[in-house]
């Protein structure tokens, strides 16, 4: 009896070829997804995963798709029967997540082997498709990058109105640097390309970035220095796996480590060091292929080791709208009101108006360009009182 045991189990080893997706892998999500709308699976047994859309008038609606549950299910997949055995163990977590360790394992002939292959490619497929012409926001989530919300449609890069050529300037700069990966190897250049953007609140820095992701089909990780627990090594490692064609995004640069000086007393835990910064940006350990945006309020507030070239390639000053910016931002939502864009610039030349002030006044009246032009002096009270 234990002999044919035994060959029972060396002819299985060598007739059947098994596949372990572990939860902690991307695979992991996209197989359930790829499972949830494929219906041929047989099983008695089923989970609910549950996923929002959202609708063009912004509204969002849910939706629950049923996978298989743990256990042994069995389905067709270009002729080849496979097995998947979901096994889910409560007693051990994800320390990060707090969610029970799982793993998915796929088993079929080893004839069949490259089908693992394919099978995987087609649900990363999917998975992608539904982000089609949206821009995904990653946040750190303790040693990796997690989607922050929905993904967001991509902002049209002319929705951005900055003054003169500085747009087109940005843009072809990002452009010129992606396409020459290349020119960079041959030279023994690091391949990385960081940019300052500086200037008062409000002046469009985070949503020229956005726009610019759109326009690249890119996506954008954004990441806070001061998150309580983020250390040099882990600051290092998130710059290293940040996500295949996405921006990384420090916010308020300049403050990061004014607040954890400010709050240590109070028992801040943020660990991060400049010199920790200054090297995962630019360190021996620095990831290579990586765009990094960094913004401020106030460039005068910043080390100079932090933005010599090699950190930083480009700066650019974002400043409060121009009056050419106030009459195409006043075109842009009352098309052809010539004769009022003038007018409305005449009585704000010279005064400092951000575009997101300027914007607040628009949307407030959006289809009244004359009340627009008429309320310009409450505006500018308002903006006095800031």
């Not at 999917?126 to 919300?149: H, Q």
């Not at 200037?199 to 690249?216: H, R």
């Not at 401020?296 to 000053?317: F, Q």
Request: glycine content about 6%; charged content about 25%; overall charge positive.
């Amino acid at each position: 009896r234990q002999g044919s045991i035994a060959s029972l189990g060396l002819l299985r080893r060598r007739l059947l070829v098994s596949l372990e997706i572990p939860s902690q892998d991307k695979s992991h999500a996209w197989f359930l997804q790829w499972m949830a709308t494929h219906k041929n699976y047989k099983t008695q047994k089923l989970s609910v995963e549950t996923s929002f859309k959202q609708h063009s008038n912004q509204s969002v609606s849910t939706n629950f798709s049923l996978v298989p549950g743990p256990g042994k299910h069995y389905f067709k997949y270009k002729g080849a029967w496979m097995q998947v055995e979901r096994q889910r163990n409560g007693k051990m977590v994800n320390i990060q997540s707090g969610a029970p360790w799982e793993a998915i394992t796929l088993t079929t002939l080893s004839r069949d082997r490259e089908l693992f292959k394919d099978l995987l490619a087609e649900a990363r497929e999917l998975a992608l498709a539904k982000n089609e012409g949206k821009t995904v926001v990653y946040t750190s989530y303790g040693p990796d990058w997690r989607p922050f919300g929905l993904p967001r449609k991509r902002k049209p890069l002319e929705s951005v109105i900055l003054d003169k050529d500085q747009k087109e300037r940005i843009v072809t700069d990002v452009k010129d640097f992606l396409s020459n990966g290349e020119w960079y190897l041959k030279r023994g250049i690091p391949y990385r390309r960081g940019y300052l953007l500086h200037g008062p609140p409000g002046s469009g820095k985070s949503s020229f970035i956005q726009a610019l992701a759109g326009e690249l089909q890119f996506n954008i990780c954004i990441l806070n220095l001061s998150e309580r627990g983020l250390t040099d090594d882990r600051l290092n490692h998130l710059m290293t796996v940040v996500p295949e064609r996405s921006l990384l995004l420090l916010e308020d640069i300049d403050a990061a480590f004014v607040k954890r000086d400010a709050t240590e007393k109070q028992g801040y835990q943020s660990m991060v060091t400049f010199s920790g910064l200054l090297n995962a940006l630019d360190g021996v350990a620095a990831a290579e292929e990586r765009i990094v945006f960094m913004t401020t309020n106030h460039i005068e507030r910043l080390d100079p080791a932090l933005v010599r070239p090699g950190r930083v390639d480009v700066k650019e000053l974002l400043d409060n709208v121009s009056a050419e910016q106030m009459k195409k931002l006043f075109l842009r939502f009352y098309q052809g009101e010539e004769d009022l864009a003038n007018k409305f610039v005449a009585k704000l030349q010279g005064l400092p108006v951000s575009a997101a002030s300027l914007q607040g006044h628009f949307v407030f009246y959006k289809q009244q360009p004359q009340q627009a032009l008429d309320n310009v002096d409450k505006f500018i009270q308002n903006l006095s009182q800031r």
